[in-house]
């Protein structure tokens, strides 16, 4: 969906102008915050803070697949209303802090809407991190858990070198279906690290098979659920909470058809 709607100020009022914008704007910029992986209570209050600094009231519904938004005046002369299918997650701290940041911008400074757009078309625009780096910190975070956890050296190695072939490959098949996709990735690590076991040494081979999975964990969703339940969010929160509750699930049957495999 485009930030800008699909008319010109010249064939509306100034007002109706600025609202239709905005709107669509608005729209853009939660399915962003959602999209990256911020709370529900978070990207209401994002909203509000800009729509309020435009003189506007705010209505937001926000669902796991839906977005709906009203806008309107005070004295309710002009109204807009839209429904946006959310994108898919695509966890991104950087962005929600900086459009976070971008929304008490606005709300000091008063800047125009014209101006909002740019700053917020720069700060989604950046370019994403290298691949090359997520392929060498995950791995390292994701045998340090294992370390953590009571694993030897060999079980360090066998992990970090399973989650690298595990990146590569969630890299390759990155549009299929997420859960058929954890599946495949959680089955791919396990399996990996069984056989890794034997190439570096290691008395704690249990211990590299159950943390391999670790990095797949939804830990996010299962943390933005909980919050939403308890700001009384809870059909989001429920939402939320069952999707990462599959993936759970999903990453369960990998290694346990890994376990099948190897007569675990």
Known sequence: MSVLPKI???EVSKEE?????LTHFLLQYAQTLLCCGAYTTRIIRCVTRIAQSYGYNTHLSIL???ITLTLNTYDNRYARTYVLTSAKLALNFRIISELSALSWRVYDEHISIEELIKDYQKITQQKPRHFWHELFFIPLANA????IFGGDIGSFAAVFVATILALIVRKALYKIDTRLLFVIIAFIVSFATTY???LFPSQTIEIAIASSVLFLVPGIPIINATLDILDSH??????RGVDAGILIVCIAAGMFLNLQI???
């Open 64 to 66: 796991t697949k839906h």
């Open 262 to 264: 190897n007569g675990g």
């Open 234 to 239: 809870i059909l989001t929160g429920i939402a």
């Open 17 to 21: 102008w600025r609202i239709e914008t």
């Open 8 to 10: 010109a100020p010249c």
């Open 144 to 147: 340090s858990l294992c370390h």
């Open 196 to 198: 890794l076991t034997a």
